[in-house]
């Protein structure tokens, strides 16, 4: 399937100069949803994930979804002050800013294989971030997945070492 063709471009958002890629289009269509998390799930059945992390907020989206089909738990990933519990907490940079990540300190026991979801893989601040809080807690990574991957903005980079995989590239 043609996954960019349910991708929808809007430019200046969410300030100008940026180009976002709005992957609502693709989640309102159900064979496209379908077919993206059961391709996501035929990757990892096997691999003994014992938790899905997903990252705010679409990652919440396609993490949750996942999970449901590897049978894993789910944990989010979470901006500060919105996780009512013990927090591990990491501040770090975007492309257009910066910000702070924050995960519960009981969300992943030590030694746990931990896979990472979200929407987008730009300059890899917010991925990085996410393993440095999952590193803290003592899971083991076991890859991070993406559903877009701008592959100019090199977040790869900030990842390295781990299995990175992304379903839909863009230059």
Not at 40 to 52: F, M, N, P, S, T
Not at 79 to 108: C, M, Q, T, W
Not at 126 to 154: M, P, S, W, Y
Not at 156 to 170: E, T
Request: no cysteine; aromatic share 8%.
């Amino acid at each position: 399937m043609n996954y960019k063709a349910f991708i929808r471009e809007v430019p200046d958002f969410p300030k100008p100069g940026i180009l976002f890629y709005d992957i609502t289009t693709l989640l309102k269509d159900p064979q496209a949803f379908r077919a993206i998390a059961d391709e996501l799930a035929a990757r990892y059945v096997g691999q003994r994930i014992a938790k899905v992390i997903g990252i705010e907020s679409r990652g919440f989206i396609l993490g949750g979804t996942l999970a449901a089909h590897l049978g894993a738990g789910f944990v989010p990933v979470r901006k500060p002050g919105k996780l009512p519990a013990d927090i591990f907490e990491v501040k770090y940079n975007l492309e257009y800013g910066s910000n702070a990540l924050a995960i519960h300190r009981d969300a992943v026991a030590i030694g746990e294989r931990v896979l990472i979801v979200d929407d987008l893989l730009a300059t890899g601040g917010t991925a990085a971030a996410t393993v440095h809080l999952v590193r803290q807690l003592g899971g083991e990574i076991a890859g991070l997945d993406f559903l877009i991957e701008l592959k100019g903005l090199n977040g790869r980079d900030r990842l390295r070492g781990y299995d990175v995989h992304s379903m839909i590239i863009y230059p």
